[in-house]
C-alpha cells in the first residue's frame, strides 16, 4: 500500500504538469466588427481601429493583437472600396510590412508559400512567409505571416496576421494561421 502511495505522489507533479493551462497559451476566438472574420489568439488581445491609407485611398484597419510569453501576436483587417484592386494592395501591404521588419530579400523559396484558405480568394500575393529580420532597436527577430483576402458581397477584405518572436513556435504559428476563418 505504501509503495502505491509514494508512486502515486512521484507522479503527481508529472500530472499536474501535463494537465496545467499555460497563461501564456490561452487560445480564445475574437470576431472584428462589421464582418464574420474569426481569428484565434493565444492571449486577451488589446483592440483598436485606425484611418490608414491603403493603396491612397483611408480604410479603416482593425487590429487585435497581444503578447504571449515573448511573442508578439497580431492580427489585422480592412475593407476595400469596392473595384480596387486587392492583388495589388495586397502586395504593398506585404512589402510594407516586410520592409519594417527590415527582412532581407529576395526571399528563399523554403521562406515564402502560397497560403489559400477556403472562403478565401486565390490571389497570387496570398502567402505565407517565415523569415529573420531586425526590430526597430535592431535586436533580431523571426517573424512569421500570412496575407490574404475574403469577398464580403461586392467588396473584399484584406486579412493579414503575424508572430513576431526570437524563435516561433511552429504550433503557435499554425494554431494562429489556421484559426483565421472568414
Request: hydrophobic share 45%.
Amino acid at each position: 500500500m505504501r509503495t502505491s502511495f509514494m508512486a502515486l505522489l512521484a507522479r503527481l507533479p508529472l500530472s499536474l504538469a501535463l494537465t496545467a493551462c499555460s497563461p501564456d497559451q490561452n487560445w480564445r476566438e475574437v470576431t472584428f466588427e462589421g464582418t464574420s472574420l474569426k481569428a484565434q489568439l493565444p492571449c486577451k488581445p488589446d483592440r483598436t481601429t485606425r484611418s490608414v491609407p491603403l493603396g491612397g485611398v483611408p480604410v479603416d484597419l482593425q487590429v487585435v493583437g497581444c503578447e504571449s510569453g515573448t511573442a508578439i501576436v497580431a492580427v489585422m483587417t480592412a475593407p476595400l472600396q469596392a473595384g480596387a484592386d486587392a492583388q495589388a494592395l495586397l502586395a504593398g501591404w506585404q512589402q510594407a510590412t516586410l520592409d519594417n521588419a527590415r527582412v532581407n530579400r529576395p526571399l528563399a523559396a523554403a521562406q515564402q508559400q502560397v497560403w489559400h484558405r477556403p472562403g478565401q480568394l486565390p490571389l497570387a500575393s496570398s502567402v505565407r512567409i517565415q523569415a529573420p529580420g531586425l526590430r526597430a532597436n535592431g535586436e533580431a527577430v523571426q517573424m512569421a505571416a500570412v496575407w490574404g483576402a475574403v469577398a464580403e458581397g461586392d467588396r473584399v477584405r484584406l486579412v493579414h496576421a503575424v508572430v513576431y518572436d526570437r524563435a516561433i513556435s511552429p504550433e503557435m504559428a499554425n494554431t494562429l494561421f489556421d484559426g483565421l476563418k472568414p
